[in-house]
């Protein structure tokens, strides 16, 4: 087209002759944009499907002059449609295709994740649980068998030694006791035992 809109060249004699007006809604989708922001490409719908237009201004240049206007910087515009709306179409199907290997990757990865978690911490931390409430309810032999060197195997070892020193004061604090007995009952002397 040249730069009144006109068309000068065209692959499609449907087009020979026919003025664009500049505000029409196709031509909009460029003039509607300041010159120095306009893009040399837009993706535009039209009834038939969308098109891809590739504008390519041909500048006025020296050479141009013996048969243009020197003032107009402009002679004209190419104008390229291709077809995509088939390519659209394949493009929104593959992207429904990746977006539903996404989600179940991630759905499979959440799994995953959670099977990890439950199999090296949470069991794990159940053990510990367990043997609390055992040392809890007398049975002071009761250890935490856990291996590994990661934080809940050294909460283990931990818990372990803990539960060593708390049966060695108890130990100590029977032989004393028994000590005591073993020491009041050795006394010929009667003992009166009495509070505050």
Known sequence: ?????????????????????????????????PSPQRTTSALIDLEGGAVLRSVYPLRNQPACHGCHDP????????ITDTDVTDLRTRLESQIKGVV???????ILLLAGVSLIVRLLVLRRLERIETTTRAITQGDFGRRVDM??????????????????????????????????????????????????
């Not at 539903?100 to 991630?106: D, F, S, T």
């Not at 195997?153 to 006791?177: C, I, K, P, W, Y």
């Open 1 to 33: 087209v040249d730069h009144e809109g006109k068309v000068r060249l065209t692959n499609d004699p449907a087009f020979t002759g026919r003025l664009f007006a500049r505000d029409s809604p196709t031509c909009q989708v460029c003039h509607a944009v």
């Open 71 to 78: 003032s107009v910087t402009v002679n004209g515009v190419m």
């Open 100 to 106: 539903a290997v996404v989600g179940i990757v991630a």
């Open 147 to 196: 291996a590994g060197t990661d934080a809940v195997a050294r909460l283990g070892s931990e818990f372990n030694a803990m539960a060593d020193s708390v049966t060695d004061l108890l130990s100590q604090l029977h032989q004393q006791r028994t000590q005591l007995e073993n020491v009041m009952s050795s006394v010929d002397d009667g003992l009166l035992v009495v509070d505050r």
